[in-house]
């Protein structure tokens, strides 16, 4: 077996590589799997009827074996290298071989049964298919040659691809060993694998656990493990490998090497785990040979990989759960099975009264002792606002037992609503606990009488089950599990009412968790910014003036005084370009500070069309030229920077951060209702003025206006009240406002080609508006000497600006035939509606055409009968003004899979079941909890009289989700991202979820094609009882 393939073997022995990811060498490429569950490796290949092939041996059906020297066949037969015995005595040599049926085998030809022949350069098999040297024909027509092999059932295997039956790939080693450098290379799993060695070797708070590939916090991880390995493992210099051997990957077989032998040190040896290597190996020197080439900067953090990497912030879960358990009798069980909300009640009460209980053992038999050991400084740092905490605990405690005794719990709703204001006081204790626990381990470190104390103090307070330390993260776990106990009471809440306030409790809870979770990934941040500064020697101000990091790593720069490339590093921050000179190890100088709000963008693909023109053929070109640029222009015209990058991908990649980043410093709407916001770092919690919930996190959280001090989310700026240093201009701009609505009304256009948000409009325009073609586009601002018209897609009611070569004009089509659709009634009135669809199940629907030729919903919900206008004009359908549709079958299909609420608060339903649909598949329907029906929204002949081949293949489109997703949610507020991580939502979408594992309060899904991190709060999932 390979070295490489053996290293992996060993990290999942050492709990570091999960054993179903993709790198281990179970699933490697030296394995392919193929019909009738038949396995070919690079050593073994077992073939049909469980026939094995080796590199030295190869038994074959019957028990027959083939080796090197010797090949056992049926009956006996041995064939050697030379001589074959075969049955009947026929004899074969190394350069004549006989055959029953006297056919003969010589060294360049060899006769067989049949009349086929086998010559060194041509091999002829039963069925007349051939093999040769570079073409192998095998069965069924099936080929395998030097490069591409064709496997039955049209599965393909080629030179680096080997596509095999129900869509599995497999790809060259080469590619394995890649993915297997990739997911070490950030150096995170490396930390874990030494603590998982020799624990605490590796202080995780001071690695940065989600890198996402930045070079510096790579390398600053990877020298830390390589200093550990040194210092605490005794391995010598020359048996390390040099951090750019991994994350360049220069040298991967040097890294190889340095694990090797850090699996074969006593501390390794001692923890159990077998040491590589333990067989022989298998050369594979050259199969380290360029991957630096093929490794991509720009790929998104594995979530799965990261599950074996015990995240510290985490650590007081287990804590809490342990405190918060009771004992169940069997009484208690059997009233939890009949009465659930009744538990649920009883549960709040009791973990809150447990909680509170913790909060007084800190005070009591911790932070008073302590008073007469150290000093008030020290109380305040490590005990923080534990003293208000309590307090407050205390007095929620009352209220939350007054209103399940004497309120039957009815009331319970606004108890929370009330102390979520007063429940912000987590936001500055969960800012600061990581320090806390910080300063009390240095005292406890350098001072003995303290640490003794400190033993003293946990025995009497839960007889030494649990020190202060793990005392202090109880409480950022408490505050997260608020919104999960209110999820469960509103699940097992029946009157409609409670159940109504109970959600906007959970609301309320939910904010507040998402603000906490939102302090953990802030703290991470600002661990980056202190690094990064600590590295700059000459940088005076500080970093975090500048806003969040969007990205760093090497590029070329040529600026106005200097036209010649310079070799540099670059820091992107939200408003400004650090650009340093590196020095030795993790040094660097400051060479220029570009102020980002003074230029504005230009991407140049001229140069992937120059490295084209002259190597054409050479495959690695791009590497070698930094050809990649864009340009960072000057707004007053004074000049700008060229900025080079080696890939294509790291090119693309910092384009979009840079994008993301003057989209942070000039949002959209900034300037919206006469305020002037700007970027903000709130010192306290603070709630957003139009959508009332909490701006998350510590550190620019999110936008203040100038002039009235309002605070907004970067989403919510567009809809915040008029400001209030302004109010003597509403006169003026009432004025204004009635002067635009006598403007001319720009004409409709629809999209002829799709638009993604490449190029991106200029930086004073605002956002890309994304298009998809046969989206109907309402102008806002079009001018026809400009290239950039502005304008809202009516489809999905985002507003924005694109390139006015996409668009065409809109024609409204004739209306088709909708005669053979099962859910056109005809011409129908009000009453007759109702009384067809009174007797059916909720979610039934027909369209309606009146009197006067307009549309109409009939819908049931609710065990009522609504009816819902449909609005035709200048060819498009509405039920509002956020959306129209560009025909009817597009109007239904669309609220088919999206709930009609977004548009009546009251109607929380899908046009789900057609009416001329059968009741009793209704019922199947219902029970079996499709996400989206597949029968009857077409007509009964596959789109009915005058179907188009559009409606004919609309069944494709609704059959359900795609197995990458696991559900599906509905966007409840706007979300702006902040970089290219995060996901934009806007209220109404619907989000397909991918991934639950992301950071704390974050889920991954997609929506219009874009993939990213969005908070789970913004979102309602769909079909569960909430969330």
Known sequence: MELWRQCASWLIQCRVLPENHRVTWESAQNTVLVRDGLTFTRNTVLVRDRLTFTRNTVLVRDGLTFTRNTVLVRDGLTFTRNTVLVRDGLTFTRNTVLVRDGLTFTRNTVLVRDGLTFTRNTVLVRDGLTFTRNTVLVRDGLTFTRNTVLVRDGLTFTRNTVLVRDGLTFTRNTVLVCELAQALRDGVLLCHLLNNLYPHSVNLREIN???????????????????????????????????????????????????????????????????????????????????????????????????????EENEGDDIYEDLMRTEETPETQQKCEVDKRGCCLQEITQTEEKYTQTLESILQHFMKPLQAFLGPADIENIFMNVEELADTHRRLLREVQTSISSYGAENLYQVFIDYKEKLLLYGRYCSQVESATKQLDKVANSREDVRMKLEECSMRANSGRFSLRDLLMVPMQRVLKYHLLLQELVKHTVNPTDKENLRTALDAMRDLAQCVNEVKRDN?????????????????????LFGRPK???????????????????????????????????????????????????????????????????????????????????????????????????????????????????????????????????????????????????????????????MAAHKECLGRVPVCGRNAENSVKKSKSRSQRQMKPVLPKMEVCNDYYGMP????????????????????????????????????????????????QPFLPKPPPDLTGFLWFAGNMDRSEAKSLLMPRSDSTFLIRQKDGGEFAISIKCNMDIRHIKITLSEGLYRINDRKAFKGLIELVQYYTENSLKECFKDVDTRLLTPFKHPEQSVSSHSQSHTHTPTRGLLSDTQGGAGGTPHEQGSDHQWTGMSERYFGTAKVRYDFSARDRTELSLREGDTVKIISKKAHNGWWKGEVYGRVGLFPANYVEEEHSDYC
């Open 524 to 544: 991470e941040i600002i661990r980056q910014i202190t690094a990064f500064q600590l590295c700059i020697e000459n940088m005076t101000q500080s970093l975090a």
């Open 209 to 311: 656990l989600r890198p996402q590939m930045s070079q510096f916090l790579c390398l600053k991880n990877i020298r830390t493990f390589l200093n550990v390995c040194y210092e605490h493992f005794g391995m010598k210099k020359n048996e390390l490998f040099e951090a750019f051997d991994l994350f360049d990957v220069r040298d991967f077989g040097k890294v190889i090497e340095t694990l090797s032998i850090l699996s074969q040190t006593p501390i390794a040896v001692q923890r159990g785990y077998r040491p590589f290597p333990n067989e022989m190996c298998v050369g594979d020197d050259d199969i380290y040979n360029g991957l630096s080439d093929q490794m991509d900067d720009t790929v998104d953090e594995d979530d799965d990989l990261y599950d074996c990497v015990e995240d």
């Open 551 to 709: 990205i760093d790593g090497e590029l070329k720069i040529c600026s106005p005084e200097k036209k010649s490339k310079q070799d540099r590093y670059a820091f992107l921050f939200d408003k400004a370009l650090l650009v340093c000179k590196k020095r030795s190890g993790e040094s660097m100088e400051l060479k220029e500070l570009i102020d980002l709000q003074h230029f504005q963008l230009r991407d140049e693909p001229s140069g992937d069309k120059e490295i084209k023109k002259v190597l054409p053929h050479t495959a690695f070109c791009s590497a070698l030229c930094w050809a990649h640029t864009f340009l960072l222009m000057d707004s007053y015209g004074q000049g700008g920077y060229d900025l080079y990058f080696k890939t294509r991908e790291l090119k693309k990649k910092w384009l979009e951060q840079f994008e993301m980043a003057l989209s942070n410093m000039c949002p959209e709407n900034s300037t919206a209702n006469g305020h002037d916001f700007q970027m903000h770092c709130f010192e306290d919690t603070t709630s957003c003025k139009a959508c009332q919930m909490l701006l998350r996190g510590i550190f620019y959280q999110g936008y203040r206006c100038t002039r009235c001090k």
């Open 760 to 807: 991106p409009p200029p930086v004073a325009f605002g956002q890309p508006l994304p298009l998809t073609v046969g989206d109907v586009i309402e102008l806002t601002r079009a001018d026809a000497d400009l290239q950039w018209w502005e304008g809202r897609n009516l489809t999905v009611g985002e507003v924005g600006w694109f390139p006015c070569s996409k668009v």
